[in-house]
Nanobody, 123 residues
Framework: QVRLVESGGGLVQAGDSLRLSCAAS????????MGWFRQAPGKEREFVVV????????RYSDSVKGRFTISRDNAKNTVYLQMNSLKPEDTAVYFC????????????????WGHGTQVTVSS
């Protein structure tokens, strides 16, 4: 069992930055690839980025590539999402998720989810 808790969301203006954190419980954090997904009102949950178990490999959605950076600290059981040059279309609830099997971009492959943190970007 892995418990995930996101933090760091908030209300910012377009062009600003935010850093989200996702803290995981347990001693098996390094066994999981970690992903960030987001869900805007009235839309389906969409993939944002995933990082491998070691942190050596990442995969980004085209919509955030070049603006967002994922990283992880396995000693602290935490994964981070640095979001720069935020746009109003980035407004969503952001979820972190853990996946033991693959660096998947599909939400159905993820085993554990946090409750999400709201990011709102005003124009």
């Amino acid at each position: 069992q892995v418990r995930l808790v996101e933090s760091g969301g908030g209300l910012v203006q377009a062009g600003d930055s935010l850093r989200l954190s996702c803290a995981a419980s347990g001693r098996t954090f390094s066994l999981y690839a970690m992903g960030w997904f987001r869900q805007a009102p009235g839309k389906e949950r969409e993939f944002v980025v995933v990082i491998s178990k070691s942190g050596g490999d990442t995969r980004y959605s085209d919509s955030v590539k070049g603006r967002f950076t994922i990283s992880r600290d396995n000693a602290k059981n935490t994964v981070y999402l640095q979001m720069n040059s935020l746009k109003p279309e980035d407004t969503a609830v952001y979820f972190c998720a853990a996946n033991r099997a693959t660096m998947s971009t599909h939400s159905y492959n993820y085993d554990y989810w946090g409750h999400g943190t709201q990011v709102t970007v005003s124009s």
